[in-house]
Antibody
Framework: QVQLQQSGPGLVKPSQTLSLTCAIS??????????WHWIRQSPSRGLEWLGR?????????DCAVSVKSRMTINPDTSKNQFSLQLNSMTPEDTAIYYC????????????WGQGTMVTVSS | EIVLTQSPGTLSLSPGERATLSCRAS???????LGWYQQKPGQAPRLLIY???SRATGIPDRFSGSGSGTDFTLTISRLEPEDFAVYYC???????????FGQGTKLEIK
């Protein structure tokens, strides 16, 4: 049974960097058939896909245009997890952040982390 | 980028009734990558339907999906009390990669 466990702070100051981690159990971050994502949800923006990483003989990473200049997503094979870093945070980045998994060919999010409520405030 | 528009915004029905939720895409999309999710307060979304019409593991058969091109539908044949929630559709475009969601339909008890 695949499970995703998120960790990270719930409060970030404006201009600082958000760092979140998603630990994977029951699957491998290096799986050739899974893709690992970050998604956020806010009342103003709804559900918004942020980025993904996956391994297909080499590592690939993609980010949404809206956050591309500020976001880094990294796999950590030694800990079987992946992370999100979003810098230059503003109050508009206040949201619930989720990690999630898709399986190759389906394009839908079968497994979700529990979510992390992140507030950007001084 | 493809935009998904869901209707109605809110649907008020009673247990036992049939619910029909709509998701319209701004341009034709592959039905092989169209999903529906249920979200309850304080929980992450849960996948109900993938490939427009295939039920995810453990999803009751009162949930069904249909559609193609730009128009997709989620139907709940007989509403149970636990079905009252917010429902989202979602699609995936390959190049550039995007995973847009609809804005959601709230299914509330009448």
């Amino acid at each position: 049974q695949v499970q995703l466990q998120q960790s990270g702070p719930g409060l970030v100051k404006p201009s600082q960097t958000l760092s979140l981690t998603c630990a994977i159990s029951g699957d491998s971050v290096s799986s050739n058939s899974a893709t690992w994502h970050w998604i956020r949800q806010s009342p103003s923006r709804g559900l918004e896909w942020l980025g993904r990483t996956y391994y297909r003989s080499e590592w690939f990473k993609d980010c949404a245009v809206s956050v591309k200049s500020r976001m880094t997503i990294n796999p950590d094979t030694s800990k079987n997890q992946f992370s999100l870093q979003l810098n230059s945070m503003t109050p508009e980045d206040t949201a619930i952040y989720y990690c999630a998994r898709t399986v190759a060919g389906t394009g839908v999010f079968q497994i979700w982390g529990q979510g992390t409520m992140v507030t950007v405030s001084s | 980028e493809i935009v998904l528009t869901q209707s109605p915004g809110t649907l008020s029905l009673s247990p036992g009734e049939r619910a029909t939720l709509s998701c319209r895409a701004s341009q034709s999309v592959s039905s092989s990558i169209l999903g529906w999710y249920q979200q309850k307060p304080g929980q992450a979304p849960r996948l109900l339907i993938y490939g427009a019409s295939s039920r995810a593991t453990g999803i009751p058969d009162r949930f069904s999906g249909s559609g193609s091109g730009t128009d997709f539908t989620l139907t709940i044949s007989r509403l149970e009390p636990e079905d009252f929630a917010v429902y989202y559709c979602q699609q995936h475009s390959i190049s550039p990669p995007t995973y847009p969601f609809g804005q959601g339909t709230k299914l509330e008890i009448k």
